[in-house]
C-alpha cells in the first residue's frame, strides 16, 4: 500500500509539473488525452465542510479546527469517538473517465492516522458508512497521497451506480479524540 501512494504521488508531482508548464491552452496536459480537474477543493474549500454525516448520530462528527493561512492548510479534528472528520458537497464522477483523488497533506501527527472514504448518493445499506479509498495511514510532510477512484471503488461500485454517479468525500483523522489531520488540498481529475 505505501508503495502504491508513494508511486502515486511522485506521479502528483509530475502532473502538477505538467499541468504548470503545459496550461490548459492546447498543452499536452489540457484538453484532448491529458488529465482534467474536475474537482478542486483548496485548504479554504475544506474549512468550510461540515461534519461527517454517519447513521451514527454523533459517530465521526469531526470538525474544523484551525486554518493557517500562512501555510496554507486546514487542520481536520477527531470526534470524541476517536475518529471523524469532515465532509464535502455531493458532486458527479464518471468512472468511465477513470478520475484519480490527490490529497495533500501538510501533517498528521505520529501516533495518529488519517484517511479517505466516498459516499456515494443514495447509499445501499453496507455503503452509509463510506467506502474506503484511502486507508488509514500517516502520510503527511506536505506529500500528495493519490488513488485510482475507479479501481479503489472496484466492480461492484459500478454495477450498484453506474459509472456517472455523485458522491461525498470523507476525511478524517483517526487514532483519539486528540487526532488531527492538516490538508492543504484535494483534487479531483480525470485521466482520459
Known sequence: MK???LALGVAAVMLAGCLTACGNDGGSAGGQGGWTPIQEFTYKDIATWGSMQTPSEGSGAGSVAATNDADGYVTI?????GWGGVESGYFEIDLSKEPV?????????DGYNWGMKVVPEN???DHEWGLYVINDNNLKWNKY??????????DDFVGIYGEQCK???WIYP????????SVSEIVVLNTK
Do not use: M, R, S, W
Open 174 to 181: 483517526a487514532g483519539g479524540p486528540e487526532g488531527t489531520v
Open 101 to 109: 483523488i490527490l490529497a495533500k497533506i501538510f501533517e498528521n501527527p
Open 77 to 81: 479534528q477527531a470526534a470524541a469517538d
Open 123 to 125: 447509499p445501499i445499506a
Open 3 to 5: 508503495k502504491k501512494l
Open 167 to 169: 458522491i461525498k468525500l
Open 145 to 154: 497521497a493519490g488513488v485510482d477512484l475507479k479501481e479503489a471503488l472496484g
